[in-house]
Nanobody, 127 residues
Framework: QVQLVESGGGSVQAGGSLRLSCAAS????????MGWFRQAPGKEREGVAA????????YYADSVKGRFTISQDNAKNTLYLQMNSLKPEDSAMYYC????????????????????WGQGTQVAVSS
């Protein structure tokens, strides 16, 4: 019912910036919450940031607070993640996710909250 396609990843030096985009299609009007997650090799997928579609309330992992900003353009059905002051430890595959009509509350940065996922975009930060 929902398709998600990420873009904007790439290679950057430490201290640099990248902006990720996630284009959503399908029954986007029923998406309650959208989030960005990342997964580095050998590590579990972790929540980075999330935003409620209607209220615009945002949530961030402590590791990215003050450096990353999540935003959405509902007219374009696009989710963004502005990443500034990037560090080598930010290197990972970044995934966009959507909570489509799950009727859940809380756990905005938990993978269990989401039922649709994109294919990911790679971010590499060199020191």
């Amino acid at each position: 019912q929902v398709q998600l396609v990420e873009s904007g990843g790439g290679s950057v030096q430490a201290g640099g910036s990248l902006r990720l985009s996630c284009a959503a299609s399908g029954y986007t009007y029923s998406i309650d919450l959208m989030g960005w997650f990342r997964q580095a090799p050998g590590k579990e997928r972790e929540g980075v940031a999330a935003i409620y579609s209607v209220s615009g309330s945002t949530y961030y992992a402590d590791s990215v607070k003050g450096r990353f900003t999540i935003s959405q353009d509902n007219a374009k059905n696009t989710l963004y993640l502005q990443m500034n002051s990037l560090k080598p430890e930010d290197s990972a595959m970044y995934y966009c996710a959507a909570d489509y009509r799950r009727g859940l509350v809380g756990r905005a940065l938990s993978t269990s909250r989401y039922n649709y996922w994109g294919q990911g975009t790679q971010v590499a930060v060199s020191s």
